[in-house]
């Protein structure tokens, strides 16, 4: 979700690629939100959903691996396809059996796989602790915090789903465009030099007004209003952090954007960097407040 932030900083070469990338952008927003609508929608079971989760997981935490890991003489074939397979099994076992049964088995299971996979890897021992690390914060970030997007449909319906996506996205759209027009304090110009105060401000009134119009007074009207406003500036924040997050590691590792997969826009882990944290809030809030 988040905008990617090194990018921006860049001055644009010519103006005649603009409506190029705006192109790309469109086109796959028009492949993408029929496939959304129809697993959050129209397919009443959870199955759909959580074959389109399995797949965003797949390509950010292989995006995250291959940030941190993968270099010259070392695709790290294995130790992705390991952590592709914990990411799946993280992914179904919690929407089949449910977070509170499934999360903490399905976690040591995916530890295991990827340390072994990490150990087996003689070739690169020397580099050994460091993929250790990489592999085991790739599962907390990305499989971990994802599994909730197909769970919150099986367990409280679509609507709830549909909220994760709306703050999420219209939080990171409310702050690109405040930003764009009344920017003028940096936010912390040290991970995005981009991001202002202003436009974080109009993040949350987006998010906030996504959660009360969209939530409280449409698809969750179960949700009181008080509660819906505290969820909105939680939920904005969030995500917020998640996108601050994701720059933060695309410097750290080096790289402009997490992978190449979405044309006009980057990587599947640019996509979702905010969705990983708003939608787990929703989740849990759900579980706990609502019956």
Not at 15 to 40: D, E, G, M, W
Not at 140 to 148: Q, S
Not at 159 to 173: G, I, K
Not at 233 to 254: E, H, N, P, Y
């Amino acid at each position: 979700m988040g905008r990617r932030d090194e990018a921006a900083a860049e001055p644009v070469a010519s103006t005649a690629k603009q409506p190029s990338n705006f192109v790309q952008r469109l086109l796959t927003a028009v492949v993408l939100v029929p496939l959304l609508v129809v697993s959050i929608f129209v397919d009443p079971s959870s199955w759909s959903i959580l074959a389109v989760a399995i797949l965003a997981v797949f390509f950010a935490g292989d995006e995250f691996l291959r940030m941190g890991i993968v270099r010259e003489g070392d695709r790290a074939i294995g130790l992705r396809g390991a952590f592709a397979v914990a990411g799946a099994a993280i992914m179904a076992s919690n929407t089949i059996w449910g977070t509170r049964v499934a999360m903490a088995p399905a976690m040591f299971a995916a530890v295991v796989l990827v340390s072994l996979a990490v150990l087996l890897r003689k070739k690169f021992l020397p580099d050994a602790g460091r993929h250790f690390a990489i592999g085991l914060a790739g599962l907390a970030y990305v499989p971990m915090l994802a599994c909730v997007w197909p769970v919150l449909k099986h367990e409280h319906g679509p609507e709830w789903l549909c909220m994760a996506l709306t703050v999420a996205f219209l939080s990171d759209t409310g702050a690109y465009f405040a930003g764009r027009a009344f920017g003028k304090h940096k936010l912390y110009e040290a991970v995005s030099p981009k991001k202002t105060v202003e436009g974080s401000a109009g993040g949350v009134i987006a998010g906030v007004a996504s959660m009360v119009g969209a939530g409280h007074y449409w698809l969750t009207p179960e949700v009181p209003l008080v509660h819906a406003i505290v969820l909105g500036l939680l939920g904005s924040a969030l995500g917020q952090v998640g996108d601050l997050i994701a720059s933060m590691l695309k410097r750290t590792f080096g790289v402009k954007d997490s992978g190449n997969i979405l044309p006009g826009h980057g990587g599947l882990l640019d996509r979702v960097d905010g969705l990983l944290f708003v939608a787990p809030l929703l989740y849990y809030y759900a579980a706990v407040f609502l019956p």
